[in-house]
């Protein structure tokens, strides 16, 4: 089975700043790669699929990158609708999530 | 409008079952895979199982195998989860989703899958 991992497991940043999360597959996974935005109480939000493809109505802020086993999220400026639970998928062998990164408030 | 609603979810005892239901509308529900995806309180989301398209074809995680059973109806646009021997570890909001995919049009040829529609979720608890 193919593990996950995010880092860091939280974040505290300040509107504006520029927030990176990264995600490590266990083995390589080319570019399926997926990243998920979730709210409190709220389902998962695609943002970024293969990688780097910005799902259609997704800020330009939002940008990803990486292949094989290392992967990125970028937020190019954090806005105040950003702060939320990031999750990263691999989609190479079925599906399975990192275990989140929380970004609050500073 | 594009929308997936779960419904069945609820207190059972350990040991109990119970059987979700996912109403697709606002899209071809027969042409797409489907998946149900949980998250435990306070936890993060745990792939749980997927369907093809015609129903032919599951998968499951291990920790449900052999007690939960995906299935759907495309005549009734519904996906369904049939969750027996439930535990407590079983407890979780429960997501279905609707996978789509990138054609990457390269060569070779390349599907990146994704999942791009979720549900609200619906709520499962097992405890006496």
């Known amino acids: 089975d193919i593990q996950m991992t995010q880092s860091p497991s939280s974040l505290s940043a300040s509107v504006g700043d520029r927030v990176t999360i990264s995600c490590r597959a266990s083995?390589?996974?080319?570019?399926?790669l997926n990243w998920y935005q979730q709210k409190p109480g709220k389902a998962p939000k695609l943002l970024i699929y293969?990688?780097?493809s910005l799902q259609s109505g997704v800020p330009s802020r939002f940008s990803g990158s990486g292949s094989g086993t290392d992967f990125s999220l970028t937020i190019s400026s954090l806005q105040p609708e950003d702060f939320a639970t990031y999750y990263c998928q691999q989609s190479y062998s079925l599906f399975t999530f990192g275990p989140g990164t929380k970004v609050d408030i500073k | 409008e594009v929308q997936l609603v779960e419904s069945g979810g609820g207190l059972v005892q350990p040991g109990g079952s119970l059987r979700l239901s996912c109403a697709a509308s606002g899209f071809t529900f027969s042409s797409y895979w489907m998946h149900w995806v949980r998250q435990a309180p306070g936890k993060g989301l745990v792939w749980v199982s997927r369907?093809?398209?015609?129903?032919?074809?599951?998968s499951y995680a291990d920790s449900v195998k052999g007690r939960f059973t995906i299935s759907r109806d495309n005549a009734k646009n519904t996906l369904y989860l049939q969750m027996n021997s439930l535990r407590a570890e079983d407890t979780a909001v429960y997501y279905c989703a609707r996978v789509n995919y990138y054609d990457s049009s390269g060569y070779p040829k390349k599907l990146y899958y994704y999942m791009d529609v979720w549900g609200k979720g619906t709520t499962v608890t097992v405890s006496s």
């Open positions: 369907i093809n398209s015609d129903g032919s074809s599951t």
């Open positions: 293969a990688a780097s």
């Open positions: 083995q390589s996974i080319s570019s399926y």
